[in-house]
């Protein structure tokens, strides 16, 4: 049953007051309804008038929020990656943990796998508690990326887990020929070997989250009647059909604010589409944010979700 929803697209096209407004409008409709917002930059809090932070807090009736602390996911995925690498190989010390995790919280990926592990944790601890978990997410890139790490790292992870099948099944022929080999000493069956164990234990969670992404979740792009937010909705499609992930709806902000010239690209024409024109005069409320339209959205959602339980 798909209970997840995501908003997607540039910054600035209004992804935060699409998925404020969804949320309440659901909230009021009576659904027990948890909002998270994965931008690093939250306005999630602002949008519904109240303070926020890692944990949900409660907005109205039947409505919590929370804002993912990204900087505090980043320092837990490196603890924990620190802790695994002690634990598999504290025959050797020599090397600098430090200075070595010092280096890789500023990798690439560190922070995509931090939203990644925030969204698992949100989804495995807190959304049996609600009906639906809308997503305010960031921009395009981190959005992207975050969303292809379970097939890219899954393909990467099933690839170490051959190579280590292998490396234990040599090390089985060399006891075999020489018992007292130093070979002898360490973990010749995958059943024992915490490192195929952990890599197993990796698959399983990535393929939980390639399946919440691509069978559990509405994905809907957010544009504005401009030509660049139209060129980002292309790629998220394009990205987004290339991971198997299919696309719910395509949302149109600002179309009565925005006098831009646009034109809506063909490949985005089989999409459900829904229009926003509130006024120039901006949001102040929550009310103001359930007076923007958003009840065929939340109709269309709700219309969907049965055909899927």
Known sequence: MRDSVF??????????????????????????????????????????KVKLDGEPKN???????????????????LEESREQLKLNYSYNMTLNLDSFFGILKYSPGTEEYAVLWAIEDIHSRLAPSYDFVVFDTPPTALSLRFLS??????????????????????????VRLDPDSPVAKGTVD??????????????????????????????????????????????????????????????LNKHGVSEAAYELPAELH??????????RDGIFTRDDLVSIGIEPLMNHILSERKTTR
């Open 7 to 48: 908003f997607l697209g540039k910054g600035g096209v209004g992804k935060t007051t699409l998925s404020s407004a969804l949320a309440l409008a659901l909230a009021r409709h009576g659904k027990r309804v948890l909002v998270a917002s994965l931008d690093p930059a939250h306005n999630l809090g602002d949008s519904l």
């Open 59 to 77: 907005v109205e009736k039947n409505l919590d929020a929370l804002e993912v602390n990204l900087a505090w996911w980043v320092d837990k995925y």
């Open 149 to 174: 790490m379970p097939t890219i790292s899954g393909l990467w992870v099933a690839e170490l887990t051959k190579l280590r099948e292998r490396i234990l099944k040599d090390r089985q022929t060399i």
């Open 190 to 251: 995958k059943s024992d070997d915490k490192v195929y164990g952990k890599l197993g234990s990796i698959r399983t969670r990535l393929a939980a989250l390639e399946v919440l992404f691509s069978k559990h979740s509405f994905m809907n792009i957010v544009v504005n009647p401009d030509q660049l937010s139209m060129y980002e909705a292309l790629r998220i499609k394009d990205e987004l059909e290339r991971l198997g992930i299919p696309l719910s709806a395509l949302c």
């Open 270 to 279: 089989h999409l459900p589409k829904f229009t926003y024109s509130f006024s």
